[in-house]
């Protein structure tokens, strides 16, 4: 059988859906790997890197998508990807952003599409779960970003000179994207507020030695950088902080909104743009991991890997579905 990676529809997309690692795990496994040319260039992954693996480089992204039985994907494939699928393959990957014409062209196609996205969130599902992989790098990233736009230190700093006290974020949102930036920006030497409308965000917020408010305007006047990430992947995501909330920000506050692409918890922002608003700058973007896609392919890659893996009987030496399985079923978008 033939797995491919080829080319993704959004050009700002710098990830890969398979590293040199899991090639030689396909390969080990007698699947043949085809790989776009340059596809793993941002990720540190070189051509001939993956050749030393075990994959054959193609140069023509039509190649790829015409001869696959799997395609890994980061999201979801264009009509004209879909047009070349061969009948009855298989395409896995993050397909948040499918539209309803892309299924029907699936459906016609009889090509079985899984969406990683749609996993539970359960234990046994998290070395499948590339919005974990994906969120816990963003979140990361998050704080990274903000503070490129910082002109002030983050930690407290006593000197002959005089005191500068530590920065104050706050972060909207106690998931994994959340966390991973409270305790990044803690690790700083940050003083971190986290707000949820989860009960037991409170718990993880202090063990990562962040303050739990219920009540964001109170503690709005002190904060200089607002990270928020309160979105679902198939919900608009609710507007936290208005105009008028904005207002009581220092001046030169810095916002980074994870959830713009789905409408923005942050009036304002705008997905992959920067926006000066009330003296704030503001930064929309809801893919911070593909900034960073030296450490985000390769954790995607395995979740990949791992879920074609899970499909895979080796006595047939092919892919089958148990659809009575729950972390199938629950990721099936279009069936063969």
Do not use: W
């Amino acid at each position: 059988m033939i797995i491919g990676f080829s080319k993704e529809a959004d050009t700002k997309e710098t990830r890969v859906a398979i590293s040199p690692d899991t090639v030689s795990k396909f390969k080990q496994s007698g699947f043949k790997i085809l790989i776009l040319s340059g596809s793993g260039i941002a990720s540190g992954f070189s051509d001939e890197k993956y050749q030393q693996s075990g994959a054959d480089i193609i140069s023509q992204s039509d190649k790829i998508s015409s001869q696959a039985d799997i395609l890994l994907k980061i999201s979801a494939p264009s009509l004209q990807e879909i047009n070349l699928l061969k009948k009855e393959s298989f395409i896995i990957g993050d397909m948040s952003n499918i539209s309803s014409k892309a299924k029907q062209q699936l459906l016609h196609k009889s090509v079985f599409c899984f969406g990683l996205e749609r996993l539970p969130r359960t234990s046994s599902a998290q070395i499948f779960d590339i919005l974990s992989s994906q969120n816990n790098l963003s979140g990361y990233q998050a704080v990274i970003k903000a503070l490129s736009f910082s002109t002030r230190i983050v930690p407290l700093m006593i000197t002959s000179a005089g005191t500068l006290p530590p920065l104050k974020f706050l972060i909207i949102g106690g998931g994994v994207a959340g966390l991973q930036a409270a305790a990044t920006a803690k690790r700083l030497g940050a003083k971190v507020y986290i707000t949820d409308t989860r009960p037991e965000v409170k718990e993880q917020a202090t063990s990562l030695g962040a303050l739990f408010v219920s009540d964001i305007v109170e503690i709005l006047p002190q904060i200089n950088i607002i990270i928020s990430s309160a979105f679902s992947p198939d919900k608009k995501a609710p507007l936290i902080v208005n105009r008028s909330m904005l207002k009581l920000l220092p001046s030169g506050s810095i916002i980074i909104d994870m959830a713009a692409s789905k409408g923005g918890n942050i009036e304002g922002s705008k997905q992959g743009q920067v926006v000066s608003l009330l003296s704030h700058t503001i930064y929309g973007d809801s893919f911070l991991a593909r900034e960073i896609p030296g450490s985000s392919s390769p954790l995607l890659a395995n979740n990949l890997c791992n879920f074609t893996m899970k499909l895979y009987s080796a006595s047939q030496k092919s892919l089958l579905p148990d659809f009575s399985d729950e972390l199938i079923s629950s990721t099936c978008i279009t069936k063969g």
